[in-house]
């Protein structure tokens, strides 16, 4: 069983950053696929980004390339989500996810398949 827990989010003004944080409870962290999702009111989930287990490969979804970067330090069992240049409709409840089988970060972020443990999320609401 693996544990995740969300932190950093809290209330920002348009054009501010955040880094998230998802911490990881065991060490077979490093063997895991880790990807951001994010769900706002009323919407479904979505993908964000994903990290592959060594950190060399990542993919994001359009809207958030060039604003958010992914990366982890698998000696803290923790990846983080550095959000640049966040906009209003950026707020949402921030989940990481963690999953073993994925063919590929791309897949993860495509939910091709359920993800095999779930953060609670943390919130990040962006307004003035």
């Known amino acids: 069983q693996l544990q995740l827990v969300e932190s950093g989010g809290g209330l920002v003004q348009p054009g501010g950053s955040l880094r998230l944080s998802c911490a990881a409870s065991?060490?077979?962290?490093?063997?895991?696929?880790i990807g951001w999702f994010r769900q706002a009111p009323g919407k479904e989930r979505e993908a964000v980004s994903c990290i592959s287990p060594g950190g060399a490969y990542t993919y994001y979804t359009d809207s958030r390339k060039g604003r958010f970067t992914i990366s982890r330090d698998n000696a803290k069992n923790t990846v983080y989500l550095q959000m640049n240049s966040l906009e209003p409709n950026d707020t949402a409840v921030y989940y990481c996810a963690a999953d073993a089988f994925s063919a590929s970060e791309q897949a993860m972020c495509a939910m091709t398949r359920p993800a095999d443990f779930w953060g609670r999320g943390t919130q990040v609401t962006v307004s003035s």
């Open positions: 065991s060490s077979t962290f490093v063997s895991y696929r």
